[in-house]
């Protein structure tokens, strides 16, 4: 049976993998006290990476495998809204409003200014609510700052001409600039997937 495991969008990407401009996720590899020297990635016979200097750093934590593996397939968890409507009768509706879609939609429904809405964190986003699938068809490891050398994966990211590079950074740091800012350099783990249909779950 496909593994099936969940992964976290922001809205902007979100609307990207939508549009079919996004099909690479970039995510930082976990280290005790971003020890990113210590780290060495290596990739084993099976396709994962494991560290690489297990005795030097063997108390540092340092990560076995990435999260994703190749053939994995993932259901998106992002911004929503449930709206149950008749929750205190028989019948009862529920309503599921999307933040990268719906926000304009929400607003009229709910008859509120579209700032005002308190959207659900995508963190508590139930399986069930899911509208988006993907599976991963790549994975490999390396540091943040290598995309300089690559545009096409800036791309790849759902970043658009002529400023792919610099929306990337500014997209990364929104997300991630408290503990993995750009400047730290820090390894990543770097997805690539495709969005598949959900007819395509069986198996």
């Not at 659900?120 to 609510?129: A, D, E, L, S, V």
């Not at 690539?192 to 007819?199: K, Q």
């Amino acid at each position: 049976m496909t593994k099936q495991k969940p992964i976290i969008f922001s809205p902007e990407s979100v609307k990207a993998i939508i549009d079919g401009r996004k099909t690479q996720t970039r995510r930082a590899v976990k280290l005790i006290n971003n020890n990113v020297i210590c780290f060495k990635p290596v990739l084993d016979e099976d396709g994962t990476f494991t560290c690489g200097n297990q005795v030097d750093c063997a108390d540092m934590g340092c990560p076995k495998k990435p999260r994703y593996k190749t053939g994995d397939v993932l259901w998106v968890k992002e911004a929503f809204i449930n709206y149950e409507s008749g929750a205190e009768s028989e019948v009862s509706e529920s309503i599921v409003f999307y933040k990268a879609a719906d926000e304009e939609a929400w607003s009229e429904f709910a008859n509120i200014p579209i700032h005002q809405a308190s959207w659900q964190n995508p963190m508590f986003m139930p399986r069930r609510f899911a509208r988006l699938f993907l599976r991963v068809t790549g994975v490999r490891c390396e540091r943040l700052g290598d995309i300089r050398l690559h545009l096409d994966d800036a791309i790849a990211e759902g970043m658009e001409h002529p400023y792919a590079l610099a929306d990337f950074i500014r997209h990364w740091n929104e997300i991630n600039g408290k503990k993995h800012p750009w400047d730290s350099n820090p390894w990543v783990w770097v997805y690539e997937f495709e969005r598949i249909d959900m007819n395509q779950m069986s198996g």
